[in-house]
C-alpha cells in the first residue's frame, strides 16, 4: 500500500500563486509516475500534470507554462507549483501514484486538496 498525503491548497487571487505538495509513505518500491489531477465542480477529474519515474513530465494543455511538477526522492515528496494562477484552475487537487508489480498497474490517490482561485 501506498499512503499519499496532499497539502498546500488555499484561497488566492487571480494572478497568484500556490504550490502543492504530496508526501508518499508506504510500500513505495515500483512507483511509475506521479502526478496531480483535478476536479472542479460538475466537472470529471482530469490530469493537470504528471512526472515518470525517468522524468519525463506531461501538462494538460490548459496549465502548460504555469504549472510545474517536480519531485524530491530524498523526501518521496512531488510538488506542483502554479503560477497564474485563474478562477477556471478553481478544484480539488489530488494527487495520485502509479505502481506497476510483475506486470500489473495499481493506482494511489491523496485525500484532495481544495484550490480557490477568486476573480
Known amino acids: 500500500q501506498v499512503q499519499l498525503v496532499g497539502s498546500g491548497g488555499g484561497l488566492v487571487p487571480a494572478g497568484g500563486s500556490l504550490r502543492l505538495s504530496c508526501a508518499a509513505s508506504?510500500?513505495?518500491?515500483?512507483?511509475?509516475?506521479m502526478g496531480w489531477y483535478r476536479q472542479a465542480p460538475g466537472k470529471q477529474r482530469e490530469l493537470a500534470a504528471a512526472?515518470?519515474?525517468?522524468?519525463?513530465?506531461n501538462y494538460a494543455d490548459s496549465v502548460k507554462g504555469r504549472f510545474t511538477i517536480s519531485r524530491d526522492n530524498t523526501k518521496n515528496t512531488v510538488y506542483l507549483q502554479m503560477n497564474s494562477l485563474k478562477p477556471e484552475d478553481t478544484a480539488v487537487y489530488y494527487c495520485?501514484?502509479?505502481?506497476?508489480?510483475?506486470?500489473?498497474?495499481?493506482?494511489?490517490w491523496g485525500q484532495g486538496t481544495q484550490v480557490t482561485v477568486s476573480s
Open positions: 512526472i515518470t519515474n525517468g522524468g519525463t513530465t
Open positions: 495520485k501514484h502509479s505502481k506497476r508489480v510483475h506486470g500489473l498497474e495499481y493506482d494511489y
Open positions: 508506504g510500500s513505495i518500491f515500483s512507483i511509475i509516475s
